[in-house]
Protein backbone atom coordinates (compact mmCIF):
# COMPACT_ATOMS: atom_id res chain seq x y z
CA UNK A 1 0.00 0.00 0.00
CA UNK A 2 1.34 3.58 -0.90
CA UNK A 3 2.67 5.66 2.06
CA UNK A 4 0.38 9.23 2.53
CA UNK A 5 3.28 10.69 3.07
CA UNK A 6 5.22 9.65 0.19
CA UNK A 7 2.43 10.31 -2.00
CA UNK A 8 1.86 13.76 -1.09
CA UNK A 9 5.90 13.92 -1.67
CA UNK A 10 5.17 12.47 -5.27
CA UNK A 11 2.13 14.92 -5.86
CA UNK A 12 4.26 17.59 -5.11
CA UNK A 13 7.15 16.43 -7.69
CA UNK A 14 4.40 15.79 -10.85
CA UNK A 15 2.74 19.14 -10.04
CA UNK A 16 6.24 20.74 -10.91
CA UNK A 17 6.41 19.16 -14.23
CA UNK A 18 2.23 18.19 -15.22
CA UNK A 19 0.60 20.94 -13.37
CA UNK A 20 -2.86 20.78 -13.64
CA UNK A 21 -2.06 17.03 -15.54
CA UNK A 22 -2.10 16.08 -12.17
CA UNK A 23 -5.60 15.11 -10.11
CA UNK A 24 -6.13 13.83 -6.80
CA UNK A 25 -9.92 14.40 -7.35
CA UNK A 26 -12.50 11.92 -6.03
CA UNK A 27 -13.82 12.09 -9.46
CA UNK A 28 -10.68 11.75 -11.25
CA UNK A 29 -9.97 8.92 -8.92
CA UNK A 30 -12.87 7.45 -8.98
CA UNK A 31 -13.22 7.12 -12.99
CA UNK A 32 -9.86 5.26 -12.61
CA UNK A 33 -10.67 2.81 -10.07
CA UNK A 34 -12.29 0.00 -12.29
CA UNK A 35 -12.55 -1.46 -15.48
CA UNK A 36 -15.71 -3.30 -16.98
CA UNK A 37 -15.28 -6.07 -14.40
CA UNK A 38 -16.89 -7.39 -11.40
CA UNK A 39 -14.04 -6.75 -9.17
CA UNK A 40 -14.11 -4.24 -6.71
CA UNK A 41 -13.54 -0.89 -7.08
CA UNK A 42 -10.07 0.80 -5.55
CA UNK A 43 -8.93 4.06 -7.08
CA UNK A 44 -5.42 5.17 -7.05
CA UNK A 45 -4.03 8.39 -4.98
CA UNK A 46 -3.16 9.73 -7.84
CA UNK A 47 -4.17 10.07 -11.94
CA UNK A 48 -1.49 11.57 -14.13
CA UNK A 49 -1.96 12.30 -17.58
CA UNK A 50 1.45 12.37 -19.49
CA UNK A 51 1.98 13.87 -23.59
CA UNK A 52 5.30 12.34 -24.06
CA UNK A 53 7.80 9.74 -23.17
CA UNK A 54 9.91 12.07 -21.32
CA UNK A 55 6.92 12.54 -19.05
CA UNK A 56 6.09 8.99 -18.70
CA UNK A 57 9.73 8.46 -17.56
CA UNK A 58 9.44 11.18 -15.18
CA UNK A 59 6.57 10.34 -13.48
CA UNK A 60 8.06 6.74 -12.99
CA UNK A 61 11.54 7.29 -12.06
CA UNK A 62 9.53 9.86 -9.76
CA UNK A 63 7.16 7.03 -8.28
CA UNK A 64 10.17 4.44 -8.26
CA UNK A 65 12.69 7.46 -5.91
CA UNK A 66 9.55 7.42 -3.53
CA UNK A 67 8.52 3.55 -3.67
CA UNK A 68 4.61 4.48 -4.97
CA UNK A 69 3.06 1.83 -6.82
CA UNK A 70 2.00 2.95 -10.49
CA UNK A 71 -0.75 1.75 -12.87
CA UNK A 72 -0.93 2.24 -16.92
CA UNK A 73 -4.54 2.84 -18.01
CA UNK A 74 -5.59 2.46 -21.93
CA UNK A 75 -9.56 3.07 -21.90
CA UNK A 76 -10.58 0.72 -18.86
CA UNK A 77 -12.88 -1.66 -21.24
CA UNK A 78 -10.54 -5.01 -19.62
CA UNK A 79 -12.11 -7.26 -17.59
CA UNK A 80 -10.31 -8.79 -14.76
CA UNK A 81 -9.37 -5.76 -13.08
CA UNK A 82 -6.21 -4.89 -14.28
CA UNK A 83 -6.06 -1.01 -13.73
CA UNK A 84 -7.66 -1.27 -9.89
CA UNK A 85 -5.52 0.19 -7.90
CA UNK A 86 -5.41 -2.09 -5.15
CA UNK A 87 -1.97 -0.96 -3.44
CA UNK A 88 -2.99 2.90 -4.25
CA UNK A 89 -0.30 4.40 -6.41
CA UNK A 90 -0.29 6.88 -9.58
CA UNK A 91 -2.30 5.87 -12.36
CA UNK A 92 -1.04 6.66 -16.01
CA UNK A 93 -3.95 8.01 -17.71
CA UNK A 94 -2.83 7.04 -21.34
CA UNK A 95 -5.25 9.09 -23.20
CA UNK A 96 -3.80 11.66 -24.12
CA UNK A 97 -1.11 10.08 -25.89
CA UNK A 98 -2.97 9.42 -28.96
CA UNK A 99 -1.30 10.86 -32.33
CA UNK A 100 -1.00 8.30 -35.02
CA UNK A 101 2.52 8.44 -35.72
CA UNK A 102 2.77 7.40 -39.16
CA UNK A 103 1.19 5.18 -41.82
CA UNK A 104 2.88 3.68 -44.31
CA UNK A 105 0.11 2.24 -47.31
CA UNK A 106 3.20 0.49 -49.39
CA UNK A 107 4.59 -1.63 -46.54
CA UNK A 108 1.19 -1.36 -44.23
CA UNK A 109 2.57 -0.63 -41.37
CA UNK A 110 1.86 2.41 -38.68
CA UNK A 111 3.37 3.62 -35.64
CA UNK A 112 0.86 4.90 -32.99
CA UNK A 113 0.93 6.27 -29.36
CA UNK A 114 -0.80 3.94 -27.03
CA UNK A 115 -3.38 5.83 -25.98
CA UNK A 116 -4.74 5.67 -30.01
CA UNK A 117 -8.16 3.74 -30.12
CA UNK A 118 -8.74 0.83 -32.72
CA UNK A 119 -11.54 3.28 -34.54
CA UNK A 120 -9.34 6.26 -33.99
CA UNK A 121 -6.49 4.47 -36.11
CA UNK A 122 -9.01 2.57 -38.64
CA UNK A 123 -10.39 5.97 -39.57
CA UNK A 124 -7.15 7.69 -40.23
CA UNK A 125 -5.74 4.75 -42.61
CA UNK A 126 -9.27 4.09 -44.11
CA UNK A 127 -8.07 6.47 -46.96
CA UNK A 128 -5.57 3.97 -48.13
CA UNK A 129 -8.17 1.02 -48.04
CA UNK A 130 -6.40 -0.39 -44.47
CA UNK A 131 -7.39 -1.17 -41.53
CA UNK A 132 -6.27 -3.15 -38.23
CA UNK A 133 -8.02 -6.18 -37.66
CA UNK A 134 -7.66 -6.81 -34.27
CA UNK A 135 -11.45 -6.46 -33.04
CA UNK A 136 -11.77 -6.71 -29.32
CA UNK A 137 -15.43 -5.55 -30.18
CA UNK A 138 -14.94 -2.15 -27.77
CA UNK A 139 -13.29 0.86 -28.78
CA UNK A 140 -10.23 0.06 -26.89
CA UNK A 141 -6.49 1.90 -26.55
CA UNK A 142 -3.64 0.02 -28.68
CA UNK A 143 -1.65 0.32 -25.92
CA UNK A 144 -4.34 -1.42 -23.52
CA UNK A 145 -4.80 -4.09 -26.61
CA UNK A 146 -1.03 -4.93 -26.52
CA UNK A 147 -0.92 -5.20 -22.73
CA UNK A 148 -3.59 -7.28 -22.50
CA UNK A 149 -2.73 -9.22 -25.90
CA UNK A 150 -6.24 -8.82 -27.06
CA UNK A 151 -7.69 -10.79 -29.78
CA UNK A 152 -11.70 -10.81 -30.52
CA UNK A 153 -14.35 -12.48 -32.92
CA UNK A 154 -11.55 -11.30 -36.00
CA UNK A 155 -8.44 -13.79 -34.89
CA UNK A 156 -9.41 -16.86 -36.59
CA UNK A 157 -8.91 -14.78 -39.55
CA UNK A 158 -6.24 -12.28 -38.58
CA UNK A 159 -4.61 -13.22 -35.39
CA UNK A 160 -4.24 -11.63 -31.79
CA UNK A 161 -2.35 -8.74 -30.91
CA UNK A 162 0.49 -11.40 -30.65
CA UNK A 163 0.74 -11.72 -34.49
CA UNK A 164 -0.20 -7.85 -35.32
CA UNK A 165 2.21 -6.02 -33.30
CA UNK A 166 5.50 -5.54 -34.58
CA UNK A 167 7.17 -3.47 -32.31
CA UNK A 168 7.07 -1.16 -29.12
CA UNK A 169 8.53 1.77 -27.61
CA UNK A 170 8.20 1.10 -23.47
CA UNK A 171 9.12 3.15 -20.38
CA UNK A 172 10.59 0.71 -18.04
CA UNK A 173 10.03 0.35 -14.50
CA UNK A 174 13.61 1.97 -13.76
CA UNK A 175 11.91 4.89 -15.99
CA UNK A 176 14.50 4.30 -18.89
CA UNK A 177 12.62 4.21 -22.51
CA UNK A 178 13.84 0.90 -25.14
CA UNK A 179 12.64 0.05 -28.15
CA UNK A 180 11.55 -3.11 -28.94
CA UNK A 181 11.48 -4.97 -32.25
CA UNK A 182 11.62 -3.16 -35.89
CA UNK A 183 9.42 -2.81 -39.33
CA UNK A 184 10.67 -6.08 -40.92
CA UNK A 185 8.33 -8.73 -41.05
CA UNK A 186 10.49 -11.02 -39.63
CA UNK A 187 14.03 -11.28 -37.32
CA UNK A 188 16.17 -13.24 -35.20
CA UNK A 189 17.46 -10.41 -33.38
CA UNK A 190 17.72 -11.64 -29.25
CA UNK A 191 14.94 -12.05 -26.79
CA UNK A 192 11.86 -11.83 -28.04
CA UNK A 193 10.92 -8.46 -25.95
CA UNK A 194 8.26 -7.17 -28.13
CA UNK A 195 6.24 -10.37 -26.94
CA UNK A 196 7.39 -10.22 -23.19
CA UNK A 197 5.66 -6.92 -22.66
CA UNK A 198 2.39 -8.06 -24.95
CA UNK A 199 0.29 -9.28 -22.88
CA UNK A 200 2.55 -8.00 -19.69
CA UNK A 201 -0.90 -6.13 -18.47
CA UNK A 202 0.93 -3.28 -16.95
CA UNK A 203 3.28 -5.11 -15.02
CA UNK A 204 6.51 -4.26 -16.58
CA UNK A 205 6.97 -1.25 -18.09
CA UNK A 206 4.35 1.61 -19.79
CA UNK A 207 3.55 1.22 -23.36
CA UNK A 208 3.97 4.31 -25.43
CA UNK A 209 4.01 3.33 -28.74
CA UNK A 210 2.76 0.54 -30.93
CA UNK A 211 3.88 -0.31 -34.61
CA UNK A 212 1.46 -2.21 -35.95
CA UNK A 213 0.45 -4.43 -39.04
CA UNK A 214 -2.46 -3.32 -41.05
CA UNK A 215 -4.86 -5.54 -43.47
CA UNK A 216 -6.35 -4.41 -47.01
CA UNK A 217 -9.79 -4.23 -46.78
CA UNK A 218 -11.09 -7.30 -48.33
CA UNK A 219 -12.65 -6.59 -51.84
CA UNK A 220 -16.39 -8.58 -50.54
CA UNK A 221 -17.40 -9.47 -47.28
CA UNK A 222 -20.28 -11.79 -46.80
CA UNK A 223 -21.77 -13.01 -43.28
CA UNK A 224 -23.57 -15.80 -42.56
CA UNK A 225 -26.03 -17.13 -39.93
CA UNK A 226 -26.70 -21.01 -39.76
CA UNK A 227 -29.48 -22.32 -36.80
CA UNK A 228 -28.98 -25.69 -35.20
CA UNK A 229 -30.52 -27.99 -33.04
CA UNK A 230 -27.88 -28.77 -30.82
CA UNK A 231 -24.68 -27.58 -29.19
CA UNK A 232 -22.78 -30.66 -30.00
CA UNK A 233 -23.78 -30.20 -33.81
CA UNK A 234 -23.50 -26.53 -33.70
CA UNK A 235 -19.42 -27.01 -32.70
CA UNK A 236 -19.52 -30.29 -35.10
CA UNK A 237 -20.09 -27.92 -37.98
CA UNK A 238 -17.42 -24.98 -36.68
CA UNK A 239 -15.15 -28.00 -36.43
CA UNK A 240 -15.83 -29.27 -39.99
CA UNK A 241 -15.58 -25.88 -41.69
CA UNK A 242 -12.18 -24.79 -39.95
CA UNK A 243 -11.18 -28.62 -41.19
CA UNK A 244 -12.36 -28.17 -44.48
CA UNK A 245 -10.24 -25.31 -45.58
CA UNK A 246 -12.61 -22.64 -45.85
CA UNK A 247 -11.05 -19.40 -45.37
CA UNK A 248 -13.20 -17.97 -42.53
CA UNK A 249 -12.28 -14.79 -40.81
CA UNK A 250 -15.02 -15.05 -38.07
CA UNK A 251 -16.62 -18.07 -37.01
CA UNK A 252 -18.50 -16.95 -33.49
CA UNK A 253 -21.08 -19.32 -31.43
CA UNK A 254 -24.00 -18.10 -29.37
CA UNK A 255 -25.81 -20.75 -27.38
CA UNK A 256 -29.64 -20.31 -27.35
CA UNK A 257 -29.89 -18.87 -23.86
CA UNK A 258 -27.35 -16.10 -25.44
CA UNK A 259 -30.08 -15.48 -28.19
CA UNK A 260 -32.88 -15.15 -26.06
CA UNK A 261 -31.21 -12.21 -24.39
CA UNK A 262 -29.76 -10.72 -27.70
CA UNK A 263 -33.66 -11.12 -28.83
CA UNK A 264 -34.71 -9.38 -25.71
CA UNK A 265 -32.10 -6.82 -25.81
CA UNK A 266 -32.28 -5.72 -29.60
CA UNK A 267 -35.44 -6.56 -30.24
CA UNK A 268 -34.95 -9.59 -32.69
CA UNK A 269 -36.74 -12.36 -33.65
CA UNK A 270 -34.21 -15.07 -34.23
CA UNK A 271 -34.63 -19.13 -33.44
CA UNK A 272 -33.91 -19.67 -29.64
CA UNK A 273 -31.53 -22.36 -30.84
CA UNK A 274 -27.35 -22.71 -30.57
CA UNK A 275 -26.60 -20.68 -34.12
CA UNK A 276 -23.47 -19.92 -35.61
CA UNK A 277 -21.96 -16.59 -37.15
CA UNK A 278 -19.65 -16.88 -40.26
CA UNK A 279 -17.93 -14.57 -42.07
CA UNK A 280 -15.73 -14.63 -45.10
CA UNK A 281 -13.24 -12.20 -46.88
CA UNK A 282 -12.18 -12.22 -50.62
CA UNK A 283 -13.38 -11.55 -54.03
CA UNK A 284 -16.72 -12.03 -54.63
CA UNK A 285 -16.79 -15.15 -56.32
CA UNK A 286 -14.40 -16.49 -53.13
CA UNK A 287 -16.92 -15.28 -50.79
CA UNK A 288 -19.69 -16.97 -52.32
CA UNK A 289 -17.88 -19.96 -53.09
CA UNK A 290 -17.27 -20.46 -49.36
CA UNK A 291 -20.96 -19.20 -48.33
CA UNK A 292 -21.61 -22.14 -50.56
CA UNK A 293 -19.30 -24.51 -48.73
CA UNK A 294 -19.91 -23.61 -45.31
CA UNK A 295 -24.09 -24.08 -45.91
CA UNK A 296 -22.91 -27.38 -47.41
CA UNK A 297 -20.92 -28.54 -44.23
CA UNK A 298 -23.57 -26.99 -42.08
CA UNK A 299 -26.51 -29.14 -43.58
CA UNK A 300 -24.54 -32.37 -43.00
CA UNK A 301 -25.14 -31.61 -39.05
CA UNK A 302 -28.72 -30.53 -39.23
CA UNK A 303 -27.82 -26.56 -39.98
CA UNK A 304 -31.02 -24.99 -41.33
CA UNK A 305 -31.79 -21.39 -42.31
CA UNK A 306 -28.60 -20.81 -43.56
CA UNK A 307 -28.85 -17.22 -44.83
CA UNK A 308 -25.68 -14.97 -46.06
CA UNK A 309 -25.54 -11.54 -47.42
CA UNK A 310 -22.81 -9.19 -49.11
CA UNK A 311 -23.88 -5.69 -48.63
CA UNK A 312 -23.33 -3.78 -45.32
CA UNK A 313 -26.73 -3.28 -44.05
CA UNK A 314 -27.44 -6.74 -44.52
CA UNK A 315 -24.71 -7.92 -42.82
CA UNK A 316 -25.30 -6.04 -40.05
CA UNK A 317 -29.10 -7.06 -39.41
CA UNK A 318 -27.33 -10.86 -39.60
CA UNK A 319 -25.00 -9.88 -37.04
CA UNK A 320 -26.46 -8.06 -34.87
CA UNK A 321 -27.24 -10.47 -32.55
CA UNK A 322 -23.67 -11.23 -31.91
CA UNK A 323 -22.85 -7.85 -31.98
CA UNK A 324 -24.95 -7.11 -29.11
CA UNK A 325 -23.95 -10.08 -26.85
CA UNK A 326 -21.79 -8.71 -23.91
CA UNK A 327 -24.64 -5.36 -23.09
CA UNK A 328 -27.61 -8.19 -23.68
CA UNK A 329 -26.52 -10.71 -21.03
CA UNK A 330 -26.04 -7.72 -18.69
CA UNK A 331 -29.52 -6.81 -19.84
CA UNK A 332 -30.92 -10.14 -18.27
CA UNK A 333 -30.86 -8.85 -14.98
CA UNK A 334 -29.59 -5.48 -15.46
CA UNK A 335 -26.53 -5.93 -13.87
CA UNK A 336 -23.87 -3.43 -14.01
CA UNK A 337 -20.97 -6.21 -14.84
CA UNK A 338 -20.94 -9.59 -14.79
CA UNK A 339 -18.39 -12.70 -14.00
CA UNK A 340 -17.13 -14.05 -17.28
CA UNK A 341 -14.64 -17.16 -18.77
CA UNK A 342 -12.42 -16.94 -21.01
CA UNK A 343 -10.96 -20.47 -21.53
CA UNK A 344 -9.43 -21.18 -25.14
CA UNK A 345 -8.73 -25.08 -26.26
CA UNK A 346 -6.84 -27.18 -29.13
CA UNK A 347 -9.93 -26.67 -31.71
CA UNK A 348 -10.18 -30.95 -31.56
CA UNK A 349 -10.89 -30.53 -27.79
CA UNK A 350 -13.42 -27.57 -28.67
CA UNK A 351 -16.62 -29.77 -28.98
CA UNK A 352 -15.95 -31.64 -25.37
CA UNK A 353 -15.20 -27.72 -23.59
CA UNK A 354 -17.86 -26.58 -25.06
CA UNK A 355 -20.80 -29.06 -24.57
CA UNK A 356 -19.38 -29.81 -21.26
CA UNK A 357 -19.24 -26.16 -20.48
CA UNK A 358 -22.80 -25.95 -21.50
CA UNK A 359 -23.97 -28.89 -19.29
CA UNK A 360 -22.68 -27.19 -16.09
CA UNK A 361 -23.61 -23.72 -16.94
CA UNK A 362 -27.28 -24.51 -17.43
CA UNK A 363 -27.27 -26.43 -13.66
CA UNK A 364 -26.28 -22.66 -12.71
CA UNK A 365 -28.63 -20.88 -10.02
CA UNK A 366 -28.34 -17.54 -12.68
CA UNK A 367 -28.51 -17.62 -16.45
CA UNK A 368 -25.65 -18.22 -17.89
CA UNK A 369 -25.86 -17.62 -22.15
CA UNK A 370 -22.59 -19.64 -23.91
CA UNK A 371 -20.86 -17.39 -26.82
CA UNK A 372 -17.63 -17.55 -28.59
CA UNK A 373 -14.55 -17.10 -31.06
CA UNK A 374 -15.31 -20.94 -31.68
CA UNK A 375 -12.94 -20.68 -34.68
CA UNK A 376 -9.94 -20.37 -31.86
CA UNK A 377 -11.32 -22.81 -29.72
CA UNK A 378 -12.23 -19.69 -27.77
CA UNK A 379 -15.63 -19.12 -25.70
CA UNK A 380 -17.06 -17.13 -22.69
CA UNK A 381 -19.81 -18.20 -20.26
CA UNK A 382 -20.98 -14.98 -18.79
CA UNK A 383 -23.09 -15.89 -15.27
CA UNK A 384 -24.86 -13.25 -14.54
CA UNK A 385 -24.90 -12.76 -10.67
CA UNK A 386 -26.59 -10.62 -8.54
CA UNK A 387 -24.14 -8.15 -7.59
CA UNK A 388 -26.01 -8.14 -4.06
CA UNK A 389 -25.83 -11.90 -3.63
CA UNK A 390 -22.50 -13.59 -2.53
CA UNK A 391 -23.36 -16.54 -2.76
CA UNK A 392 -24.07 -16.37 -6.57
CA UNK A 393 -20.32 -14.82 -6.89
CA UNK A 394 -18.97 -17.72 -5.35
CA UNK A 395 -21.14 -20.09 -7.43
CA UNK A 396 -19.64 -18.03 -10.32
CA UNK A 397 -16.19 -18.18 -9.66
CA UNK A 398 -16.28 -21.93 -8.63
CA UNK A 399 -17.77 -22.90 -11.90
CA UNK A 400 -15.10 -20.50 -13.15
CA UNK A 401 -12.59 -22.60 -11.63
CA UNK A 402 -14.03 -25.70 -12.40
CA UNK A 403 -13.93 -24.71 -16.16
CA UNK A 404 -10.28 -23.74 -16.34
CA UNK A 405 -8.92 -27.06 -14.52
CA UNK A 406 -11.72 -28.34 -17.82
CA UNK A 407 -9.48 -26.18 -20.25
CA UNK A 408 -5.98 -27.29 -18.91
CA UNK A 409 -6.69 -31.04 -18.78
CA UNK A 410 -7.72 -30.39 -22.45
CA UNK A 411 -4.43 -29.04 -23.22
CA UNK A 412 -6.19 -25.28 -23.26
CA UNK A 413 -5.34 -22.19 -21.77
CA UNK A 414 -7.38 -20.23 -18.26
CA UNK A 415 -7.65 -17.38 -20.69
CA UNK A 416 -7.80 -17.02 -24.29
CA UNK A 417 -7.93 -13.13 -24.53
CA UNK A 418 -8.96 -11.37 -21.77
CA UNK A 419 -5.63 -11.51 -19.57
CA UNK A 420 -4.87 -12.49 -15.74
CA UNK A 421 -5.49 -9.43 -14.04
CA UNK A 422 -7.01 -9.75 -10.60
CA UNK A 423 -9.41 -12.50 -11.74
CA UNK A 424 -7.16 -15.18 -12.99
CA UNK A 425 -4.09 -15.40 -10.98
CA UNK A 426 -4.43 -18.99 -9.22
CA UNK A 427 -5.37 -19.79 -12.54
CA UNK A 428 -2.06 -18.89 -14.00
CA UNK A 429 -0.25 -20.88 -11.22
CA UNK A 430 -1.74 -24.33 -12.01
CA UNK A 431 -1.53 -23.59 -15.96
CA UNK A 432 2.10 -22.33 -15.88
CA UNK A 433 3.24 -24.53 -12.94
CA UNK A 434 7.41 -24.06 -12.65
CA UNK A 435 7.10 -21.37 -15.41
CA UNK A 436 5.58 -19.45 -12.83
CA UNK A 437 9.01 -19.22 -10.95
CA UNK A 438 10.59 -18.12 -14.60
CA UNK A 439 7.85 -15.53 -14.42
CA UNK A 440 8.79 -14.34 -11.49
CA UNK A 441 11.95 -13.50 -11.91
CA UNK A 442 11.43 -11.67 -15.07
CA UNK A 443 9.14 -9.47 -12.89
CA UNK A 444 12.01 -9.15 -10.05
CA UNK A 445 14.82 -8.13 -12.71
CA UNK A 446 12.33 -5.55 -14.26
CA UNK A 447 11.11 -4.24 -11.44
CA UNK A 448 12.62 -5.19 -8.25
CA UNK A 449 10.70 -3.19 -5.91
CA UNK A 450 7.51 -4.49 -7.25
CA UNK A 451 5.62 -1.14 -7.80
CA UNK A 452 4.48 -1.77 -11.77
CA UNK A 453 0.79 -2.37 -11.03
CA UNK A 454 1.37 -4.34 -7.88
CA UNK A 455 -0.62 -7.30 -7.67
CA UNK A 456 -1.98 -8.21 -11.01
CA UNK A 457 -1.00 -11.71 -13.37
CA UNK A 458 1.44 -12.65 -10.56
CA UNK A 459 -0.03 -12.65 -6.60
CA UNK A 460 2.70 -10.40 -4.48
CA UNK A 461 3.77 -11.28 -1.06
CA UNK A 462 1.12 -9.03 0.44
CA UNK A 463 -1.90 -10.74 -1.07
C1 LIG B 1 -18.22 -5.02 -24.78
C2 LIG B 1 -16.81 -5.53 -24.62
C3 LIG B 1 -16.38 -6.57 -25.44
C4 LIG B 1 -15.06 -7.05 -25.32
N1 LIG B 1 -14.68 -8.06 -26.15
C5 LIG B 1 -13.39 -8.45 -26.15
C6 LIG B 1 -12.92 -9.43 -27.07
O1 LIG B 1 -13.68 -9.97 -27.88
N2 LIG B 1 -11.61 -9.75 -27.05
C7 LIG B 1 -10.73 -9.17 -26.17
O2 LIG B 1 -9.53 -9.48 -26.22
N3 LIG B 1 -11.15 -8.27 -25.26
C8 LIG B 1 -12.44 -7.89 -25.22
N4 LIG B 1 -12.86 -6.94 -24.32
C9 LIG B 1 -11.93 -6.46 -23.28
C10 LIG B 1 -11.12 -5.19 -23.61
O3 LIG B 1 -11.69 -4.40 -24.59
C11 LIG B 1 -9.67 -5.54 -23.94
O4 LIG B 1 -9.07 -6.22 -22.85
C12 LIG B 1 -8.79 -4.32 -24.30
O5 LIG B 1 -7.58 -4.81 -24.80
C13 LIG B 1 -8.53 -3.40 -23.11
O6 LIG B 1 -7.93 -2.21 -23.58
P1 LIG B 1 -8.01 -0.85 -22.72
O7 LIG B 1 -7.35 0.21 -23.48
O8 LIG B 1 -9.42 -0.58 -22.31
O9 LIG B 1 -7.13 -1.29 -21.46
P2 LIG B 1 -7.39 -1.01 -19.92
O10 LIG B 1 -8.65 -1.65 -19.49
O11 LIG B 1 -7.26 0.43 -19.66
O12 LIG B 1 -6.15 -1.77 -19.28
C14 LIG B 1 -6.04 -3.17 -19.36
C15 LIG B 1 -4.70 -3.62 -18.80
O13 LIG B 1 -3.65 -3.15 -19.61
C16 LIG B 1 -2.78 -2.29 -18.89
N5 LIG B 1 -2.45 -1.18 -19.79
C17 LIG B 1 -3.31 -0.33 -20.42
N6 LIG B 1 -2.63 0.53 -21.18
C18 LIG B 1 -1.32 0.23 -21.03
C19 LIG B 1 -0.12 0.78 -21.55
N7 LIG B 1 -0.12 1.79 -22.41
N8 LIG B 1 1.05 0.24 -21.15
C20 LIG B 1 1.10 -0.81 -20.30
N9 LIG B 1 -0.01 -1.36 -19.77
C21 LIG B 1 -1.20 -0.85 -20.14
C22 LIG B 1 -3.56 -1.86 -17.67
O14 LIG B 1 -2.68 -1.57 -16.58
C23 LIG B 1 -4.41 -3.08 -17.41
O15 LIG B 1 -3.66 -4.05 -16.71
C24 LIG B 1 -14.18 -6.46 -24.39
C25 LIG B 1 -14.62 -5.42 -23.56
C26 LIG B 1 -15.92 -4.97 -23.66
C27 LIG B 1 -16.37 -3.84 -22.77
Redesign the pocket.
Not at 71 to 79: E, K, L, Q, R, Y
Not at 144 to 150: F, I, K, N, V
Not at 200 to 203: A, K, N, P
Not at 205 to 208: E, F
Given at each position: MSNQTDVDSVAVRLREQLGERVSASPEDRGEHAH??SYHTHQPPDLVVWPETDEEVSFVVRTCVDARVPM?????????EG??IATHGGVTLD?RRMNDVLRVDPLNRDATVQ??V?RFQLNDHVAEHGLYFPV????D??????????????SAVGYG??RENVLGLK?VMPDGSVVETGTRARKSSAGYDLTRL?VG????L????EVTLRLTRKPRCTSAAVCAFDSIDATVAAAFDVLDTGVRVTRLELLDEVMIEAANQYSRLENDVTPTLFLEFHGSETAVAESSRLAEELAGRHGGRGFRWATEQADRDRLWRARYDC??ACLAIRDVPAAYGTDVCVPISNLAEAVVTAKRWADELPFPAPVFG?VGDGNFHVICVVDPNAPVELAAARAFGDRLVDLALRLDGTCTG???I?LGKRDALAREAGPALDVMRTIKRALDPYGLM?PG?VLRGGDD
Open positions: DVIPFGTGTAVGVLAGTDPGAASLGGMAATRASGATMALSEGTGVITYFHEHGGNK
